[in-house]
């Protein structure tokens, strides 16, 4: 059964640092590309940022570039996402996703991803 777990979401306040952790295991995912996406109440889910399987790309959201960085550890089938800066705006659900298709790319289109976290909650006091 492929799964994928989120970790190290939490309360803090603006301008802190958060790391979350997103541990896949039910197949190698050492091979495709991996995402993050987010969802804030009354809101759409949206993304955040992208990474290929190699690690060797990263794309992000305008709203994150330069205060998040998304990374991978193929060895532990682990993706994070270091987030720096905090912003109260940055409160939402984060979701983990992987793709499918092997040897992928990165993509900003949840539709491009096969699987799906159960989500970690940020909250970013002012």
């Known amino acids: 059964q492929v799964r994928l777990v989120e970790s190290g979401g939490g309360l803090v306040q603006a301008g802190s640092s958060l790391r979350l952790s997103c541990a896949a295991s039910?197949?190698?995912?050492?091979?495709?590309?991996m995402g993050w996406f987010r969802q804030a109440p009354g809101k759409e889910r949206e993304f955040v940022a992208s990474i290929s399987w190699s690690g060797g790309t990263t794309m992000y959201a305008d709203s994150v570039s330069g205060r998040f960085t998304i990374s991978r550890d193929n060895a532990k089938n682990t993706e994070y996402l270091q987030m720096n800066s905090l912003k109260p705006d940055d409160t939402a659900t984060y979701y983990c996703a992987a793709r499918d298709d092997i040897f992928s790319g990165v993509s900003r289109d949840p539709k491009a991803f096969a699987y799906w976290g159960q989500g970690t909650q940020v909250t970013v006091s002012s």
């Open positions: 039910g197949r190698p995912f050492s091979n495709v590309g």
